[in-house]
């Protein structure tokens, strides 16, 4: 089925661990989003990608790093995980026209870092 | 920058009584859209309803409307006839229409629906 899929799905990592997560999706988006959710914070920016090799900050960027080496693909990395990457990842991606019909999200990644 | 604010962290609502849910939002763009977003306790996000700033009539999409009000920068979900599976969170969120047509969320109601 057509649509943004993210890996892994539940994480648990150490403190000072790395990881990385990966969102694809088959829709030939130009448009990539990463956002994490916090509790009574809704959903944060935090890096987006407006093209394959482009990369830009979100609201909340530290910590993170991102790439775009391929359109279909959007990955999130953590080089040194802290307790406060403890969060809910969402990928999200959306056409150059824009869609009246809501941005396309993953299914989400639950990262807790210990 | 834009801002989304929905002021009602939770919301108990009987079973098939209608629900508004709150948001406000600040923008100094003339064009931008605003959409709303459930999310059960699945996790996904499932997208609801849509209204761009210059659409004259309130959006509606089956059982969800919007309540738009430009001048006061109100963006209200209605739901009406509420259902036991409406139980989730909801997100209010605004796009720039420019750029990289960025989300902005609002923090979240969830909304319970007793029987």
């Known amino acids: 089925n057509a649509g943004v899929t993210q890996t892994p799905k539940f994480r648990v990592l150490k403190t000072g661990q790395s990881m990385t997560l990966l969102c694809a999706q088959d829709m030939n988006h130009e448009y990539m989003y990463w956002y994490r959710q916090d509790p009574g914070m809704g959903l944060r920016l935090i890096h987006y990608?407006?093209?394959?090799?482009?990369?830009a900050k979100g609201e909340v960027p530290d910590g993170y790093n991102v790439s775009r080496l391929k359109k279909q693909n959007f990955l999130l990395g953590l080089e040194s995980a802290a307790p406060s990457q403890t969060s809910v990842y969402f990928c999200a991606s959306n056409n150059i026209l824009g869609s009246n019909y809501g941005y396309t999200f993953g299914s989400g990644t639950r990262l807790t870092v210990v | 920058a834009q801002k989304i604010t929905q002021t009602q962290p939770g919301m108990f609502v009987q079973e098939k009584e209608a629900v508004t849910l709150d948001c406000t939002y600040d923008t100094s763009d003339q064009s931008y859209g605003l959409f709303w977003y459930k999310q059960p306790s699945s996790g996904e996000m499932i997208f609801l309803i849509y209204q761009g700033s210059y659409d004259e009539q309130n959006a509606t999409e089956g059982r969800y409307s919007l309540n738009f009000q430009k001048a006061r920068k109100s963006a209200n979900l209605v739901i009406s006839a509420s259902q036991l599976g409406d139980s989730a969170m909801y997100f209010c969120a605004m796009r720039e229409i420019q750029g990289a047509q960025k989300l902005v969320f609002g923090q979240g109601t969830r909304l319970t629906i007793n029987p």
């Open positions: 990608s407006v093209g394959e090799g482009t990369t």
